[in-house]
């Protein structure tokens, strides 16, 4: 999945698609210790992907904070 579509995405999008990427990077690591991976490069393409979507999703979470702090200032005057 590409940057750009993440970005698009709702919450409950990215927050189900992060517990999937988990889940994937779970098994993988389980194959490489059990068992040799076809593709290596899988674990670090799934770590970017997970820190991508976490990246996204706590963007997401200081915006709202700054637009309730500024709706709570516009309140108090």
Same mark, same amino acid.
């Given at each position: 999945? &590409?940057? /750009?579509?993440?970005?698009?995405?709702?919450? $409950?999008?990215?927050?189900?698609?992060? $517990?999937? &990427?988990?889940?994937?990077?779970?098994?993988?690591? +389980? %194959?490489?210790? +059990?068992?040799?991976?076809?593709?290596?490069?899988? !674990?670090?393409? +799934?770590?970017?992907? *997970? @820190? %991508? !979507?976490? +990246? *996204? !999703?706590?963007?997401? %979470? *200081?915006?709202? %904070?700054?637009? &309730? #702090?500024? @709706?709570? #200032? #516009?309140? @108090? /005057?």
């Amino acid at each position: 999945m &590409k940057l /750009k579509e993440m970005r698009e995405k709702e919450n $409950g999008h990215l927050e189900h698609e992060l $517990g999937e &990427k988990r889940r994937h990077l779970f098994d993988l690591r +389980t %194959q490489s210790v +059990t068992e040799k991976l076809e593709d290596p490069s899988q !674990l670090g393409k +799934t770590r970017r992907e *997970i @820190a %991508q !979507l976490k +990246t *996204i !999703l706590r963007k997401r %979470q *200081i915006d709202e %904070q700054k637009e &309730k #702090a500024k @709706a709570a #200032a #516009a309140a @108090a /005057k």
